[in-house]
């Protein structure tokens, strides 16, 4: 699966959109990439996937790159409660080994009141 | 409650013993996995299964063994726990080549 490459750290005021990018330059074509958070001590949690098209769910939206070589996880009102360490991972989704899903360091990110 | 639970959440044991942790999910998911989490190394895979009966390594599984009679189980052993195993225990589950859903974990400490 291709590597990723994020933030370690990025802050974010309370009820302002959060940004977190995430490179992944060596992406194949058939190489999804989601995302997942995990809250402190808690369990990693599914946020979001998408291939190619932008993609939106009840928890935040995800925007792919035309060249596929980076996207951006949209997390429109951040609340308190979205402090956690987010990861972003590539990975093939039919064919190959369903399962390999490699998390990396990921971005903390801190909502502050 | 629908859902994937673990047992116990928390586990203190002695080096030698055995110790197995827990792992239930009600979907009836066809995949079902096991990582560790330990600082500085972020989450890493134990054993996966592919289905009842069908199981296979992961990144790590020297000291671990794993067993799956039934679709929603998946018991994950230390034969002879050592000081190394201390960590966080994540089980997971998922359907064919989709997202996993992970649940809320199991912190041992071998001492």
């Known amino acids: 699966d291709a590597k990723t490459t994020q933030p370690p750290s990025m802050d974010c005021a309370e009820g302002r959109a959060a940004n977190l990018p995430c490179n992944h330059s060596?992406?194949?074509?058939?190489?999804?990439v989601y995302w997942y958070r995990q809250i402190h001590s808690q369990g990693p949690q599914y946020i979001i996937h998408?291939?190619?098209n932008n993609e939106t769910n009840e928890m935040a939206s995800l925007i792919i790159t035309e060249d596929r070589k980076s996207s951006t996880l949209i997390l429109p009102h951040a609340t308190l409660r979205d402090t956690a360490v987010y990861y972003c991972?590539?990975?093939?989704?039919?064919?190959?080994?369903?399962?390999?899903?490699?998390f990396g360091k990921g971005t903390l990110l801190t909502v502050n009141p | 409650d629908a859902g994937i639970t673990q047992s116990p959440r928390y586990k203190i044991t002695e080096t030698g013993r055995q110790v197995t942790l827990m792992c239930h999910q009600t979907?009836?998911?066809?995949?079902m996995f096991w990582y560790r989490q330990d600082l500085g190394h972020g989450l890493r895979l134990i054993y996966y299964?592919?289905?009842?009966?069908?199981?296979d390594k992961g990144e790590v599984p020297d000291g671990y063994v794993v067993s799956r009679s039934k679709t929603e189980n998946f018991p994950l052993t230390l034969e002879s726990a050592t000081r190394s195993q201390t960590s966080v225990y994540f089980c997971?589950?998922?359907?064919?080549?989709?997202?996993?859903?992970f649940g809320p974990g199991t912190r041992l400490t071998v001492t």
């Open positions: 997971a589950s998922s359907e064919f080549h989709r997202e996993q859903y």
């Open positions: 060596t992406i194949s074509g058939n190489e999804y």
């Open positions: 998408g291939l190619k």
């Open positions: 991972i590539v990975r093939v989704e039919s064919g190959g080994s369903n399962y390999k899903l490699t």
């Open positions: 979907w009836s998911h066809s995949y």
């Open positions: 299964s592919a289905a009842a009966d069908i199981t």
